[in-house]
Nanobody
Framework: QVQLVESGGGLVQAGGSLRLSCICS????????MGWFRQAPGKEREFVAS????????DYADSVKDRFTISRDNAKKTMYLQMNSLKPEDTAVYYC??????????????????WGQGTQVTVSS
């Protein structure tokens, strides 16, 4: 069984930065492609960023490209999302996800098998 736990969310002013972490309890963490999604109130959960098993391939939503950076440390079984130049429209619950069916980055929510409980990010204007 795999468990994912996010941390690092909070309240920040526009233009500020936050770093989200996702710790995985699975023994085969290094085999998973992983991703970050977010969900704002009244909206569908949307793709933010994804990373392959080695960290050598990444993908970003257009809305966060050049502001957010996804990375992972397989030795620590941890994935990160560095968020810079935050905007009020980045306000959402951010979810960590892991896929055991693909080792490639994916934007498709249904490619992911495990999800964390989410961490709230609020950006004030």
């Amino acid at each position: 069984q795999v468990q994912l736990v996010e941390s690092g969310g909070g309240l920040v002013q526009a233009g500020g930065s936050l770093r989200l972490s996702c710790i995985c309890s699975g023994r085969t963490f290094s085999m998973y492609a992983m991703g970050w999604f977010r969900q704002a109130p009244g909206k569908e959960r949307e793709f933010v960023a994804s990373i392959n098993w080695s960290g050598g391939s990444t993908d970003y939503a257009d809305s966060v490209k050049d502001r957010f950076t996804i990375s992972r440390d397989n030795a620590k079984k941890t994935m990160y999302l560095q968020m810079n130049s935050l905007k009020p429209e980045d306000t959402a619950v951010y979810y960590c996800s892991a896929s055991i069916r693909t080792n490639l980055p994916s934007r498709t929510r249904h490619d992911y098998d495990y999800w964390g409980q989410g961490t709230q990010v609020t950006v004030s204007s």
